[in-house]
């Protein structure tokens, strides 16, 4: 949606592909959307991953790459590429995707680029209730991840709106983290557990792992299979910490956000479906469900 790290927009400049001539821009278009169409079939019929993260970073580098007169503009751009992003996710039978889309973190960038950050998150979570074809194609659930009391008030009033207007289709699941970093989310679980056991509802003796597991934001998703950071930084930047450390493959890919697309992620699914046996046996021994085979 935004970014966690970074992010971009287009500029007056358009690429390359988009200036073709007319006799050849469809052609092309009818040929590229055939290729990936023919590419996910074949992908859909190994094993599926059930879970995908990703940090969503380099929009701004994007922009300043492609010289383009704002560089906000590349959060734009971003949601753009998340939509076609998405699309594909779902199309091969991903039932969760987890998105990095504002880091708590965030808020120590300069006041004009966070306020520019908050009208983008309430235009997007209120096209989430009311237009979006993709939820209304996949029938998406869509959750919001962090500590949402940190947004502005009309952020939180049509972040809330999305998580209530879709809380009862029956499709794919969308969690949103929005501000976020794993840190608090831990410390959120923790106080959880407190007041469980200031209640009476948790013993002391009993708090375990598993416990804590049970008060994360992610609590009812399934483990998360991949983690995909792109823009070539090696490194988690504080999301989905807890999460990651259980049998989760672990990608940083050497380009953009905005860049990013089916041929990025085509040999991160087939390592996946290639290691699909060691990762089941893996997760059979540590009590952990993973789908057998989604098409």
Known sequence: MLSSESSDNSSNETPTLKTAPSFLASPIGYVSHHVQSLLINILKQGPMPQHLGFIMDGNRRFARKMNYE????????GYDKLQEVLDICLHLGIKVVTIYAFSIENFKRPKEEVDTLMKLAKAKFTELCEKSQLVNKYDICVKVLGNIALLPADVQKVARKAIDTTKHNSGPLLNICVPYTSRDEIASSIKSVIKSVENGHVQIRDINEEILEEYLYTHGSPPLDILIRTS???RLSDFLLWQCHK???IHFVNC?????SLWEMLPIILEYQLSYDSLKKKRSKSGLQIASRLT
């Not at 953009?256 to 990013?260: D, H, K, M, T």
Request: charged share 15%; net charge negative; hydrophobic share 35%.
């Open 70 to 77: 704002q560089v906000v503009e590349g959060h734009f751009m």
């Open 247 to 249: 049998n989760c493959y």
């Open 256 to 260: 953009y956000w905005p860049e990013f």
């Open 232 to 234: 070539g930084e090696i």
